[in-house]
């Protein structure tokens, strides 16, 4: 069985402040890891993914996310956040071939 | 590129009334999945199709069928439309374990 907490269910941040998302996970086998990101109305977009290799993955628009298998988490972060970030984020796992769960979201408010 | 097409967005439903989710995509993906969405419950699984002419249950199929019609449709019934049934609905197709999702239908039984 493979299970994703994201502890925070909000966070309000200033525009231009750092910002961290957390998120970890429970999973028996080896896995794969996943943000992605839901604006107002619309469907979820990848965000980034941890798939082999490096344990720090990044977004084109400045978001990264480092896998720690030791502390089981998978947290996402951004040096200087915009309006435009103003987002829901879901975290999700995947243990094996299309078998993904998604966290409960934590949805991110930039405050100007 | 479409993508990930549902229709309709929106629908409100009397409770006992029926309807269909239409779900189509364009991307030749083997999976496509259904989830709904309520407010601090993340996404949860309803159904979900791994190929062409299969399907099985997810985390909450109650209430609910689905028809994989082809490679590119996955359609979701409610037969018997209840209250519970209030959300958002999302249709996804999965290359390997990366997800691509549709816009969403928002239903609500009244």
């Known amino acids: 069985a493979q299970s994703v907490t994201q502890l925070d269910s909000q966070v309000p941040v200033f525009e231009e402040a750092p910002v961290e998302l957390r998120c970890n996970y429970s999973s028996s086998v080896s896995v794969y890891l996943f943000w992605y990101v839901q604006y107002p109305n619309q469907g979820l977009q990848l965000l980034l993914k941890?798939?082999?290799?490096?344990?720090l993955v990044k977004s084109i628009n400045g978001f990264e996310a480092e896998f720690n298998k030791s502390q089981t988490s998978f947290h996402l972060r951004k040096p200087s956040v915009h309006i435009s970030d103003t987002a829901e984020y879901f975290c999700?796992?995947?243990?094996?071939?299309?078998?993904?769960?998604f966290g409960t979201g934590t949805k991110l408010q930039v405050i100007p | 590129n479409a993508g990930v097409t549902q229709t309709p967005k929106f629908q409100v439903l009397k409770t006992g009334q029926s309807m269909t989710l239409q779900c189509a995509q364009d991307?030749?993906?083997?999976?496509m999945y259904w989830y709904r969405q309520d407010p601090g419950m993340g996404l949860r699984l309803i159904y979900y199709s791994a190929s062409e002419g299969t399907t099985d249950k997810g985390e909450v199929p109650n209430g609910y069928n689905v028809s994989r019609l082809n490679k590119r449709e996955f359609s979701l019934r409610l037969e018997s439309a209840a209250p519970s049934q209030t959300s958002v609905y999302f249709c996804a197709s999965f290359l390997v374990t990366e997800a691509f999702f549709g816009q969403g239908t928002r239903l609500t039984v009244v």
């Open positions: 941890y798939l082999s290799g490096s344990t």
């Open positions: 999700a796992v995947s243990g094996g071939y299309q078998k993904v769960t």
């Open positions: 991307m030749n993906h083997n999976s």
